[in-house]
C-alpha cells in the first residue's frame, strides 16, 4: 500500500517543490526565466516613443516641445523609458507602496539598455525622501533604483549629497498650480563638490516640479549638466 502512495507523494513534493522556486511573470502569470516579467509582456510594455530631449513629454518628433522653447526646465535633458500607463502605473506602485523592490532591478535593467548608448553622467543622485517619509516606507525607491542602476552602469551613486529639507505633500494630491509651491525650496545640496555631469534618479516624472526644484539646486552649486532619469513618463494633463 505504502509503495504505491510514495512515488505519488514523491511526485507532488517535487511540483510542489518546482512552483515554489519558479519565476512566475507578475502580469499573466506564466512561469518564465526572467525575474520578473516573461519576454511577451516584456515586449508589449509601453514604450516612451519619440519624445522632447529636454523634459521627455511625448511628441510626434524628437525636437524640443513649444514649453522648452519658451520656458526651459533646469535640467539640461530627460530620460523616461515607458510612458505612464497601464500595466507600467501598476508596476511602480508595487515597486513603491508594496514593498516590491526586486522589481527596482528589472526597471534597471531595461532603463541601462537604453541609457548605455548614450554619454554617461559621473554621478547618480535619487531624489531624497523627507526623513519621516522615509520612516513610513521603510526605503526611498529612487535610491534602490539608482542602486540598480549603478551597478548595471558603473556609475557611483550619493545618496547624501541633497537632502529633502521639507516635509512637503505629496505632490499627487495637489492640484497642478500648488504643485510648484509645495516643492519650492524642498532639498538642500550638502555635498560641494560634485562633477559637473550629474543624473537624477526617480520613479516617475509628472509634471516636473520635483526634478525642476532639485535640478536648480544642484546647478547652483556649480553643476552644468543635468539629466532626470525616470522609468515613467507621464503624458502632459494639464
Ligand atoms: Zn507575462
Ligand atoms: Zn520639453
Redesign the pocket.
Known sequence: MIENILPALRQNVAQLYSNLTATHCLLCGEIGENDSLCVDCINELPKLGKS?P??A?PLSHSL??G??LHQPPQQNSSFSLFEYKSPIDRLIADFKYNDKLFLSRFFAVQMAAKLKTRPLPQLLIPIPLHPRRLRERGYNQSLELAKQLSKQLSIPVCSKSVIRIKDSQPQTSLPYKERAKNIQRAFKVVNTMLPTHIALIDDVLTTGHTANSAAKIIRQAGVNNIEVWTIARTIRHY
Do not use: E, F, G, K
Open positions: 522632447c529636454r523634459c513629454s524640443l516641445c514649453r522648452c
